[in-house]
């Protein structure tokens, strides 16, 4: 990689010690500096906001990276349109005699620019970079308007439909460059036009191949020297190579160097990511002034992919541990520092990632870097996804934005296998039923494939391409699964449908029919909200449980099975799709850490898993600190609290009472915990046996809340009891807001408390007027009603209510989970002790459908018992939830 950002504050110099003290004024010829600062936005359409005098200075001052939709994490109808971007620049007065460049590191999805009023140029693509030759259009004598047009809702560049959000803006670095007129040529699809590469690599030699192409863009021809120096990862110079160059006035003149043998290379890998440099210096052969330089990493590695005994490294069975990662931050979107973006790689190889998946689309260089230095093997793509339409001008953007990805990162050893495709199956499917109107988009589609696979190979010939499919056999039906060299499956088996043991299953008919086609388990997880806890999980309840128990089913599989290649978990981060309803509207929540970067607890069993090298033991129940559970009598409430290890035997305390020791299995040991008071002490602690002669202790500890909810009702334990039902629901839930939890709801039995009759229905669509969501997704269905056996007393009772009862357009990513539900209108009496409370009561015609209704009512109670119930007037009842506290 060039230019490494660590490098990128203001204008940079670098430069070897040697050629520093011989030369330390004619090196900073090349000058590169961000131009974030200073810039005023306008969200909308201004077409005068191009010309040169157009007054802005009403307009929003804002700093980049920038994005304008902040409002995806609120609104499903975000905005999609056009804004302005505008700034003066004033350029030094030595760079009258150099060529000036402007680079874009992203903007999303099309950008026009102008300066002076003037237009340089376009770039169609929302995660590529571009650079313009703007020299031509600069003044030195006055102050220069740049305006730069953005547009995130072009149809003719892709991604156009996809299960994330289309950030809008500028929102990667800006830059300025100015070199002589001599220079590597800056605009060769947004790369440094310099590709490195290592046609021979073994464990006892190898080389490095060097292209690119140099520009003059003086009249007169220049005679010129170019010297590449091979740093050893240690510093030391390996070796040098010089050729003498003759290039015409605008010639753009192309170069190729392979070196001499390195003896012994130190290879790249994962756990031992040795880079070695590469600097680029081009030089005036008569003066020695150096006009132009460039450093890049590149590393010694080889690599295969088998049908049958998976991917290999160095020479070696390596199984790939991945994740995927979007690449936008709660509450600013895409517009990430580049300091986030290393965050979020060192926590990717702390957990023990040694392969990313960059999805769906090129990231930052920063993520790049990371990825080449810390040592992550990486999958990168464009984002084609769901569907290709015939929109003219469409596949055309495609090929440009896969050139562009190569290219701009061809240089990082660190990149296996380049892909173009993610799932191009599930829309055409759902939106085409009949064969007429399915068979040409299916043509369009294999066609655009067959191109871009075709230009792949052109542009690198060193890796392999890929596609992502969903779990449908019909991508090898129609020919996409015979396109590429490795095919990646996305398969969600137990959660969208179907259940955990569906996933082995289908990876074992794939590899029958296809034993020579290469598989990576390309996305596979399950939702999780930190609010929801269940002792019965299942699929789609969003609980923390439910998200363990389908990881710790899948992981094992990758893991054993010699034949994949390795998987990707879907996603690293709970990431912004503001499509998405479900318990966390505008939130895809299958992430191991959480929109703000904080673990949840199973990114830990990944941990245990995955790093062999230190002992890992971590109590996961971070996510599940105030819990509550029914209490009969005096007795202790038994709920367990799981360990993530990677040590062969845990012992778990609590309150400093061992609860004994429990042997590790597939990197977990659950133990059933005696709950009895509001704050217990939790520690564990395992031997790790460092030598035959050296035994550590390895502790974790924490503190976790109880509230008892005592089954049987009396003076004594009414007096400060907020008793909180999630009724038709398995789920604790647990408000952000108030603290409070809801009980998983229950039959009535006597002495107790409980419902009566109906059965549990939810719905994944948003609940609107709450910040508890889930609490209103779950329901009881043709409930009869709900008691409660309590001595005499004035009682507050509150029932929430949200009607779902009306069809609802699913997510198509939902993949085929029907709701099932039924357009009706709902009327019924809400009867209380025979006293009736509400007639005729219909929550939709009262707070409309999918929105929260809350009732609260005073009450007198001289039956010892609050029976509550809900006779029918029109369609069914239900009940969302019930909250019941003693008042005198």
């Given amino acids: 990689m060039s230019k490494e950002k660590k490098y990128r504050i203001g204008t940079y110099l670098i430069l070897i010690p040697a050629i520093l003290f011989l030369f330390p004024k004619v090196y900073a010829q090349h000058e590169s500096k961000t131009i974030n600062d200073s810039w005023k936005f306008y969200q909308g359409e201004c077409k005068a906001a191009a010309s040169a005098t157009y007054d802005d200075s009403a307009w929003n001052s804002i700093h980049l990276p920038h994005t304008w939709n902040t409002d995806a994490y609120t609104e499903k109808k975000y905005y999609q349109g056009t804004g302005w971007y505008r700034r003066t620049l004033t350029l030094p007065q030595n760079w009258q005699t150099k060529q000036v460049f402007l680079k874009l590191d992203a903007a999303s999805k099309a950008a026009t620019i102008y300066m002076n009023g003037r237009k340089i140029g376009e770039h169609n693509g929302g995660y590529t970079a571009c650079t313009f030759d703007i020299t031509p259009f600069c003044s030195f004598d006055a102050p220069n308007s740049l305006a730069i047009h953005v547009d995130n809702a072009r149809q003719d560049i892709p991604p156009i439909s996809a299960d994330f959000t289309f950030f809008g803006g500028i929102y990667r670095d800006v830059w300025l460059t100015a070199v002589p007129k001599q220079h590597f040529h800056l605009t060769n699809y947004g790369s440094e036009g310099i590709f490195i590469s290592t046609p021979q690599v073994s464990e006892e030699k190898g080389t490095i191949l060097i292209r690119g192409e140099i520009k003059n863009d003086a009249e007169q021809k220049a005679s010129l020297e170019l010297e590449h120096i091979i740093y050893n990862p240690d510093g030391s110079i390996a070796q040098t190579q010089k050729q003498s160059i003759q290039i015409k006035g605008g010639e753009l003149y192309s170069f190729r160097t392979e070196t001499a043998p390195i003896l012994s290379p130190r290879l790249w890998a994962p756990e031992a990511p040795h880079l070695y440099r590469i600097e680029s210096i081009l030089r005036d052969k008569k003066t020695k002034a150096i006009l132009d330089h460039s450093n890049h990493h590149t590393g010694f590695r080889w690599f295969s992919f088998d049908g049958k005994t998976g991917f290999s490294l160095n020479g070696k069975p390596y199984k790939l541990r991945g994740i995927c990662r979007h690449q936008d931050q709660k509450t600013i979107g895409v517009a990430l520092t580049d300091e986030m973006h290393r965050r979020d790689m060192k926590l990717m190889k702390e957990m023990g990632a040694n392969f990313i998946r960059i999805s769906h689309y090129p990231q930052d260089d920063a993520l790049l870097e990371m990825c080449d230095k810390l040592g992550m093997l990486a999958w990168e793509e464009i984002p084609i996804i769901d569907i290709v339409p015939g929109t003219p001008g469409y596949a055309e953007n495609c090929e440009n934005n896969l050139r562009e990805m190569i290219r701009q990162h061809y240089n990082h050893p660190s990149i296996i296998t380049w892909g173009y495709m993610n799932e191009i199956l599930l829309v055409t499917q759902r939106r085409y039923k009949k064969e007429e109107e399915l068979k040409p988009v299916l043509e369009r589609t294999l066609s655009l494939a067959n191109r871009l696979e075709k230009v792949l190979k052109e ?430």
């Fill in 459 to 888: 542009e690198d010939s060193t890796r392999v391409s890929t596609m992502a499919f969903h779990g449908s056999n019909s991508y090898n039906e129609v020919g996409l699964g015979n396109i590429t060299d490795i095919v990646g499956w996305n398969l969600y088996q137990g959660w969208y449908g179907g259940d955990l043991t569906g996933f082995e299953r289908f990876l074992t008919e794939q590899h029958k029919k296809h034993p020579s086609h290469p598989m990576i388990v390309s996305e596979y997880g399950a939702g999780s909200d930190k609010r929801l806890h269940s002792l019965q999980p299942h699929a789609f309840d969003f609980s923390i449980e439910y998200q363990q128990k389908y990881l710790e089913h899948y992981l094992p599989i990758l893991e054993e099975t010699p034949y994949i290649c390795g998987g990707t978990h879907w996603n690293f981060i709970d990431f912004s799709s503001a499509l998405r309803d479900e318990s966390m509207p505008r939130i895809n929540n299958k992430g191991l850490v959480y929109s703000g970067r904080s673990p949840k607890d199973v990114y830990y069993y990944y941990k245990a898993a995955w790093r062999q090298d230190i002992p890992v033991l971590h109590i996961a129940s971070r996510d599940w600190t105030h819990r509550s559970g029914v209490q009969h009598g005096k007795a202790p409430v038994p709920l367990p609290v799981k360990v993530y290890t990677n040590l062969p035997e845990v012992e778990l305390f609590i309150d400093g009472k061992s609860l004994g020791k429990q042997k590790t299995e597939n990197y977990t040991v659950t133990f059933q915990v005696p709950f009895s008071r509001k704050k217990h002490f939790i520690s564990a602690q395992a031997e790790n046996k460092e030598s035959d002669q050296s035994i550590s202790m390895i502790e974790d500890a924490l503190h976790i809340n109880f509230t008892p909810i005592p089954a049987n009702l009396n003076e004594t334990n009414l007096r400060n009891l907020e008793l909180a039902v999630n009724v038709g629901s398995n789920c604790f839930y647990t408000s952000d807001e108030s603290q409070l939890t809801w009980l998983p709801d229950q039959p009535y039995t006597e002495s107790s408390w409980g419902y009566i009759g109906g059965e549990s229905r939810n719905s994944q669509t948003q609940v609107e007027n709450t910040h508890d969501g889930p609490l209103f997704q779950t329901l009881r269905n043709e409930i009869e009603g709900y008691c409660f056996d309590v001595p005499n007393g004035v009682y507050e009772v509150e029932f929430l209510f949200t009607d779902i009862f009306r069809e609802n357009a699913a997510t198509v990513y939902q993949l085929g989970r029907e709701s099932g539900v039924e357009s009706r209108e709902n009327i019924f009496d809400i009867v209380i002790n025979g006293e009736s409370v509400e007639e005729n009561f219909s929550p939709c015609r009262e707070s409309g459908y999918f929105h929260a209704l809350r009732k609260r009512y005073n009450i007198t109670n001289f039956r010892n018992k609050i029976e509550i119930r809900f006779p029918v007037r029109n369609g069914k009842s239900f009940l969302n939830g019930i909250k019941l506290r003693k008042l005198y």
